[in-house]
């Protein structure tokens, strides 16, 4: 990447995502959707955080806002990462096959940026899991006047979730029969996609419930 993808002005990056240049894609796409969770629902801790309403809170939402400043410093990361990774993955492909010599270095670089470009999402979907968590716990107690935002933020944490695992779906296909990131990747995949809907649901709930 000849810039580092997050200091691009929010126009910029859509439109370097509306080329035909495969990089950035919806890696870094789903990476900025859990930054954004991230960020609201810091912003609602600090909404909340002195009100009277929120006094037996306090600790846990002063742990919640630096758990969710941490991870969107960490997502924006990965955003650019994600997009080095893929990248890497391109450059691969293209490298020479004339030889055994060109096909066995071509294999070797291009097995090496696949893993790359499979862990680095699966980092994302983490990550945004831990958002919804965050959302999921602030959803009763956050101010009610910011309520929605928590209720977005769990939209764009549960999108970022399911974006990020498309990402690793259609990687893992390409990594070596043999390699262990295959079976390690579904099973952390599957983990953390089960009941994902149940807990979208619960904090659509919780906000509604308190809006209404």
């Known amino acids: 990447m000849d810039s580092r993808l997050t200091d691009l002005p929010v126009e910029d990056f859509l439109a370097r995502l509306a080329t035909d240049d495969p990089v950035p ?12 969770a991230a ?15 929120a006094a037996e809170h306090e600790e846990r939402l002063t742990e919640i806002r630096l758990a969710a400043a941490g991870i969107q410093s960490e997502l924006l990361s990965l955003a650019h990462a994600d997009a080095v990774a893929y990248a890497s993955v391109v450059t691969a492909r293209r490298l020479p096959k004339e ?3 060109d096909r066995e270095a071509r294999r070797v670089q291009l097995d090496a940026a696949v893993r790359e470009a499979t862990r680095t999402p699966l980092s994302i979907a983490r990550r945004a899991a831990e958002v919804l968590a965050l959302a999921e ?31 690793v779906e259609i990687n893992l296909p390409s990594l070596p029969e043999d ?26 709930t919780a906000v509604g419930d308190r809006i209404g």
């Open 179 to 204: 390699e262990p990131l295959r079976a390690e990747a579904r099973r952390e995949l599957d983990a953390l996609v089960s009941g994902l809907t149940d807990r979208e649901a619960a904090v659509a």
């Open 137 to 167: 716990e602030l959803a009763p107690i956050g101010n009610r006047n910011a309520v929605s935002d928590v209720g977005v933020a769990g939209l764009l944490a549960g999108a970022a979730i399911r974006g990020a695992a498309m990402n």
């Open 99 to 101: 030889t055994d010599g």
């Open 39 to 53: 960020a609201l629902v810091h912003m609602v801790v600090e909404l909340t955080t002195g009100r009277p309403a």
């Open 25 to 36: 894609g919806g890696g870094s796409a789903s990476a900025l959707a859990g930054a954004m």
